[in-house]
């Protein structure tokens, strides 16, 4: 199982990013997926889930209509677009082989996604 994460940057308060995950070495397709973060001296903290078809979709309280998931089955990828950001979502965002973030479940190295201006 391989996930690798990219698209984090520094960027400015109310700007966007979007975040890709790419998967390998598992059937994509058949898997529910989130994205999950944590900053820095605080928890994993779950953000959004996608179930194996993209029927499915969650997000945290926390996201406010700001980030959309979505997923691309026949590319094996997982994104999650942000906007609106806010210095609050300063973290390293990962993304798990799961709906709900379980830290037991399978998580790329992360992408840092910084909001400061």
């Known amino acids: 199982v391989q996930l690798v994460e990219s698209g984090g940057s520094w960027v400015q308060p109310a700007g966007s990013l979007r975040l890709s995950c790419a998967a390998s070495?598992?059937?994509?397709?058949?898997?529910?997926m989130s994205w999950v973060r944590q900053a820095p001296g605080k928890e994993l903290e779950w953000v959004s889930g996608i179930s194996s078809a993209g029927t499915n979709i969650r997000y945290a309280e926390f996201v406010r209509d700001r980030f959309t998931i979505s997923r691309d089955n026949a590319k094996s990828t997982l994104y999650l677009q942000m906007n609106s950001l806010e210095p609050e979502d300063t973290a390293m965002y990962y993304c798990?082989?799961?709906?709900?973030?379980?830290?037991?479940?399978?998580r790329g190295q992360g992408t840092q996604v910084t909001v400061s201006s």
């Open positions: 798990s082989r799961d709906y709900w973030g379980d830290p037991s479940s399978p």
């Open positions: 070495g598992f059937t994509f397709s058949s898997y529910s």
